[in-house]
């Protein structure tokens, strides 16, 4: 479990390239465990990338977690590229202590690494397609490390079904909880409120006696216009905590 002061020193470490990733970021690094929370990230998938490249690498290198994370604008091969290796402008803002491990580049770049090959191979570290996993089209079969996660499709109520397996997963592993990313674009793209709706009631706003965080993704565009008022409040009260990072523009 990551502690206030291990908080700070993460969020002030990093020299951030897009305004409010270091606000959004705190926020996550202080969700507390048994959280259904929804996030409303800006439409530059730069700033999202930003998000979830620093939040992964801290639960993987400093907290005893397995993360499970399902994207849907971006490939599977696409974040695994970016885990991998995130390129930072140090002109960005101002210069902070970097960890040891940054490698840099030039005079005005680093790039930071993640050993993702290592997560995912001990199972740490999940990718699946958001498509792919809560669709209810027909049986689809996930290539994984872990056979565990090989099969979590069939429909909409598969939620209970891949928490079951993650906290066995984690039981396996001697892991201390589970983070997971959600991203329901695929749902948003095909204007299908009531299968958001019904994935979305299907988890609890909190988990009780599940040391589990999950953490539901929600593009700008996806739900101030595609959504009405009235479903945008029935989206936020299905969560127990709600992040908003807006974008301007």
């Known amino acids: 479990m990551i502690v206030d002061d291990d ?11 897009h305004k409010g990733v270091k606000e959004i970021l705190k926020a996550l ?8 929370q929804i996030v409303v990230y800006p439409n530059n998938i ?3 990338r930003e998000m979830y490249f620093h939040y992964i690498k801290k639960l993987l290198e400093d907290s005893n977690e397995i993360v499970i994370f399902f994207p849907y604008y971006e490939t599977v091969d696409s974040v695994k590229n970016v885990l991998s290796s995130f390129t930072i402008n140090k002109n960005s803002n101002s ?6 491990k940054e490698e840099k580049n030039d005079n005005n770049k680093k790039d930071i690494t993640i050993d993702i090959k290592r997560y995912i191979n001990q199972g740490s570290l999940v990718i699946i397609d958001s498509n792919k ?3 209810n089209d027909e049986e689809r079969t996930i290539n994984n490390h ?6 979590i499709i069939k429909s909409n109520n598969n939620f209970a079904a ?31 409120y009531e299968k958001l709706l019904e994935l979305e009631k299907s988890i609890p706003p909190f988990f009780d006696s599940i040391k589990i965080k999950l953490t539901c ?3 700008q565009n996806d739900f101030f216009n595609k959504y009405t008022r009235q479903q945008q409040k029935e989206l936020l009260d299905l969560h127990s905590r709600s992040i908003m990072m807006m974008d301007s523009s």
């Open 7 to 17: 908080v700070n020193d993460a969020i002030n470490n990093i020299i951030y390239q």
């Open 29 to 36: 690094f202080q969700t507390p465990i048994g959280i259904h």
């Open 133 to 135: 996993a809560f669709s």
């Open 146 to 151: 872990d056979k565990t996660y090989d099969r």
């Open 46 to 48: 730069e700033i999202l």
């Open 217 to 219: 993704l929600y593009r």
């Open 162 to 192: 891949l928490v079951r397996m993650s906290i066995h997963h984690a039981k396996k592993l001697k892991k201390e909880g589970i983070t997971i990313l959600a991203n329901y674009g695929f749902i948003s793209e095909k204007k299908e």
């Open 95 to 100: 210069i902070n202590n970097i960890d040891a």
